[in-house]
């Protein structure tokens, strides 16, 4: 599509039909807590689906579905109050809303927070994972920078406090008005930039397959071993689909503060997938994106993609 195209043009792409959900990792409990062996990472099941969003994950389990493909799911709405945001900054307001139509107003904390809430851009370059605020009503609302008009998508990560209730991620698609010029996908590369971070992405992702991604941080050619808690654990990884933007929040193996952090996988069909790291040091988090092929015609290991730049709460531009 050419640049300048209205964002207008745009509207029919994301009235995409969704694919298969993807992806899978071990998950662990907060920094200092035994492991348990049913504790994974917030998948919720698709509409027909099994899982219950927090499936226990061994080596070679089979994948739980992944959230994000719908606005509703167990019961649960994503109602976005701000479905048009400006190109800058701006803040969004959205809700949860129960079977009745309610706000929902009584969560159950997950590392450390009640709800996780992810903005990416539908070319999978800018990336978001902010931290809004509730109010009583039931009406969260954050800041958000998005620089660039375009397509984009929501999710919602959290689990009500309601007896019975499961782990549910919904998605919801944003548009930004504006002259649209969707950027390519990054290329594969071995090493990530951000901040003066090197993080290098190792291991197999493969279709069908458990295998460990292991990711390195080193700053100044150094490894860092003083990784910092980031929401009760060493890094957070959010995987999205390119194409349908399938969502997955997964959590680390077991191990220390760093250099490395790693992380168990299946991609359970061919494709490309773009996977953002989160870490904490020296009291800031950053975000390193990385583009990983899976299936025939690529490469056994992953293949990260190049630097990622963030703003100044630490994430991805992309």
């Given at each position: 599509?050419?640049?300048?195209?209205?964002?207008?043009?745009?509207?029919?792409?994301?009235?995409?039909?969704?694919?298969t959900?993807?992806?899978?990792?071990?998950?662990?409990?907060?920094?200092?807590?035994?492991?348990?062996?049913?504790?994974?990472?917030?998948a919720?099941?698709?509409p027909?689906?099994?899982?219950?969003?927090?499936?226990?994950?061994?080596a070679?389990a089979?994948?739980?579905?992944?959230?994000?493909?719908?606005v509703?799911?167990?019961?649960?709405?994503?109602?976005?109050?701000?479905?048009?945001?400006?190109?800058?900054?701006?803040?969004?307001?959205?809700?949860?809303?129960?079977?009745?139509?309610?706000?929902?107003?009584?969560?159950?904390?997950?590392?450390?927070k009640?709800?996780?809430?992810?903005?990416?851009?539908?070319?999978?370059?800018?990336?978001?994972?902010?931290?809004?605020?509730?109010?009583?009503?039931?009406?969260?609302?954050?800041?958000?920078?998005?620089?660039?008009?375009?397509?984009?998508?929501?999710?919602?990560d959290?689990?009500?406090?309601?007896?019975?209730?499961?782990?549910?991620?919904?998605?919801?698609?944003?548009?930004v008005?504006?002259?649209?010029?969707?950027?390519?996908?990054p290329?594969?590369?071995?090493?990530?930039?951000?901040?003066?971070?090197?993080?290098?992405?190792?291991?197999?992702?493969?279709?069908?397959?458990?295998?460990?991604?292991?990711?390195?941080?080193?700053?100044?050619?150094?490894?860092?071993?003083?990784?910092e808690?980031?929401?009760?654990?060493?890094?957070?990884?959010?995987?999205?689909?390119?194409?349908?933007?399938?969502?997955?929040?997964?959590?680390?193996?077991?191990?220390?503060?760093?250099?490395?952090?790693?992380?168990?996988?299946?991609?359970?069909?061919?494709?490309?997938?773009?996977?953002?790291?989160?870490?904490?040091?020296?009291?800031?988090?950053?975000?390193?994106?990385?583009?990983?092929?899976?299936?025939?015609?690529?490469?056994?290991?992953?293949?990260?993609?190049?630097?990622?730049?963030?703003?100044?709460?630490?994430?991805?531009?992309g």
């Open positions: 599509m050419n640049t300048g195209v209205k964002i207008t043009a745009f509207a029919a792409a994301l009235a995409a039909t969704f694919g959900a993807y992806g899978v990792g071990k998950g662990v409990g907060p920094v200092g807590e035994p492991k348990k062996a049913d504790h994974g990472e917030h919720a099941a698709e027909g689906g099994a899982g219950d969003g927090h499936a226990g994950h061994e070679g089979a994948a739980p579905a992944a959230g994000g493909l719908q509703s799911d167990g019961g649960y709405t994503l109602a976005l109050e701000t479905p048009r945001p400006a190109v800058g900054k701006s803040v969004l307001k959205f809700s949860i809303k129960d079977g009745s139509g309610r706000k929902v107003t009584a969560y159950k904390t997950e590392h450390g009640e709800l996780h809430f992810i903005v990416a851009s539908r070319d999978l370059t800018v990336y978001r994972h902010l931290h809004p605020v509730r109010a009583a009503d039931g009406t969260w609302s954050t800041p958000v920078d998005l620089p660039a008009a375009g397509g984009y998508k929501a999710f919602a959290f689990k009500p406090a309601a007896a019975g209730a499961k782990g549910i991620t919904l998605g919801v698609d944003l548009s008005p504006g002259a649209y010029a969707p950027r390519p996908l290329a594969a590369a071995p090493t990530a930039t951000v901040d003066g971070y090197q993080v290098t992405l190792g291991g197999t992702l493969a279709p069908g397959k458990a295998g460990e991604l292991k990711l390195t941080v080193s700053k100044g050619g150094k490894p860092v071993t003083d990784l808690p980031y929401l009760g654990a060493y890094g957070h990884l959010v995987a999205l689909r390119d194409g349908d933007l399938a969502y997955l929040h997964v959590h680390p193996n077991e191990g220390g503060p760093g250099p490395d952090v790693s992380f168990t996988a299946t991609a359970p069909s061919p494709g490309t997938y773009r996977l953002f790291l989160d870490f904490q040091h020296g009291g800031k988090v950053r975000t390193a994106a990385f583009t990983v092929h899976a299936g025939p015609g690529h490469a056994t290991a992953p293949t990260p993609a190049g630097s990622a730049t963030h703003d100044a709460d630490g994430h991805s531009h």
